[in-house]
């Protein structure tokens, strides 16, 4: 259990870093995904990415990276989407790491994605699965809300 000078510290680090958000809106992206389930995996292959979601702080415009948003314009068919489903995840990666290289200089703010589990690891690993090459975030630039 921490102790309370440890929670102050803490805090305070912590409203630090939301004032350097407020400082820095113009340059701040939220971000989140979703995936397949972590559990049942009796193959062992790691989940599949299924959308991501990146919120410009400022405008509050939303960009989606999606499965489905791939297949609709390719013109897939949804009961062939399952079929297609490691083409389709490439490209909505590949759309992904694209937009993250043209803003890497932005602060990432996420929500405990940190890990291979759940994180940027799991969407570079994934990546690299299905054959691509992804861009890596510095980690100066992500910051875990949690």
Known sequence: MPSELEKRRRRKKALQTLKEIGRKEEHVLLVHYSCESFFDRPEGRTPRITSIAVRNFLSGQTLSF???????LKGVPFDEIEKNYNQLEREMLDEFFAYLKEHKTHLWVHWNMRDINYGFPALEHRLRVL?????MLEDSQKVDLA
Request: hydrophobic share 25%; aromatic share 0%; glycine share 16%.
């Open 131 to 135: 054959g691509g090459s992804p861009e």
């Open 66 to 72: 999606s499965i489905h948003k791939i297949a609709e």
